[in-house]
């Protein structure tokens, strides 16, 4: 029995959810771009995330997780997925588990009753970050205007993730198809990322998705 | 710019993404209770700077936020390696003038 304090932490009480992007009026942009554009940004907002840590060398942990999931614990710089749950590998020791939002307590339920009595750590951190999807043929280039790292598919092909500098701070970058990239954001860095995106991706047109 | 290996990702990365944090392998004594004000002092506060090998603790905070230990040279900035904490590094400064001996050995025997 866990001594943790987990509890309910998405209001049902029909409280107003806002995500970080609220005031970039995301949502009275949609369908305002132009018509062909080279980028295509959707929020992903208000889903569940949860850090999960725990020894990656232990086998009752790997079985836990995917006894709980149904996914296998991810290597280094690799996401799994399965309809709208991902696991992801965070560090040696630490994976982001992201669920359709409301989902998220009972998940947090079912890993620690898989994982009872290991040394772990799950965390609900879904208010603290959210994901940005940019789909397109010309989010390839808007990436490679803003960060170091190398997004040619040699180099990262789908089903990658890497933590890296971007524009002037860090975030995540997953390959998720083809030509669809996320980019997981900290709350407090949503308003400039936003604003980042809307000017790199200003030559190639952007449009805004429900 | 250079390109560090992160042994946790498993692949080079740009130098952005790191951030130094000083000397490694300095243990913490274990009673630190029965430590000399000196003893902690040097612990604490007192660090190499060698012209040279130097082995360093460094941390990917922007890719998988770990430490793990380099052995750069502070002349020429060139990092020799790149290994995990709790294991030993390849290159030291013993290196060098054990070759030496062994060879003026050899050449003893020969």
Redesign the interface.
Same mark, same amino acid.
């Given at each position: 029995m866990t001594t943790a304090n987990v509890y309910q932490q998405r209001p049902d009480s029909g409280a107003k959810a806002e995500s970080s992007l609220h005031q970039a009026n995301l949502a009275g942009l949609i369908g305002k771009g132009r018509k062909n554009p080279g980028v295509t940004v959707r929020e992903k907002k208000l889903l569940g995330h949860l850090t999960l840590r725990g020894d990656a060398k232990d086998p009752a942990f790997a079985e836990g997780v995917h006894k709980a999931l149904g996914l296998e614990l991810p290597v280094?710089?690799s996401l799994v997925a399965k309809e709208d749950t991902s696991l992801q590998w965070?560090?040696?020791d630490?994976w982001l588990l992201i669920v359709p939002g409301g989902q998220e307590f009972a998940v947090e339920h079912a890993l620690r009753a898989a994982l009872a009595g290991l040394h772990i750590s799950v965390v609900n951190v879904s208010g603290g970050q959210q994901l940005l999807e940019l789909s397109g043929p010309k989010v390839r280039e808007v990436l490679m205007k803003s960060t170091?790292?190398d997004v040619h598919p040699d180099n990262f092909p789908v089903g990658k993730a $890497?933590?890296? $500098?971007f524009a002037k701070s860090?975030l995540v970058i997953r390959h998720t198809a083809e030509d669809t990239w996320e980019l997981l954001i900290r709350r407090s860095f949503s308003d400039y990322w936003c604003l980042w995106l809307q000017d790199a991706a200003a030559e190639y047109g952007l449009n805004v998705e429900a | 710019?250079l390109h560090i290996f992160c042994p946790? #990702?498993?692949?080079l /990365?740009?130098e952005?993404?790191f951030h130094a944090s000083g000397q490694a392998h300095i243990p913490r004594p274990l009673d630190p209770g029965a430590c000399t004000d000196a003893e902690w002092g040097d612990y604490m506060f007192f660090r190499d700077n060698p012209r040279g090998l130097h082995h360093e603790l460094w941390n990917h905070?922007?890719? #998988? /936020?770990?430490f793990f230990n380099a052995t750069r040279n502070t002349v020429t900035y060139e990092i020799l390696e790149t290994y995990l904490i709790g294991t030993q590094p390849q290159f030291t400064e013993q290196a060098a003038p054990l070759t030496t001996t062994a060879t003026r050995e050899q050449g003893e025997k020969v």
């Open positions: 280094a710089l965070m560090g040696p630490e170091s790292y $890497v933590g890296t $500098v860090q | 710019m946790h #990702c498993g692949e /990365r740009s952005e993404e905070v922007a890719g #998988c /936020r770990q």
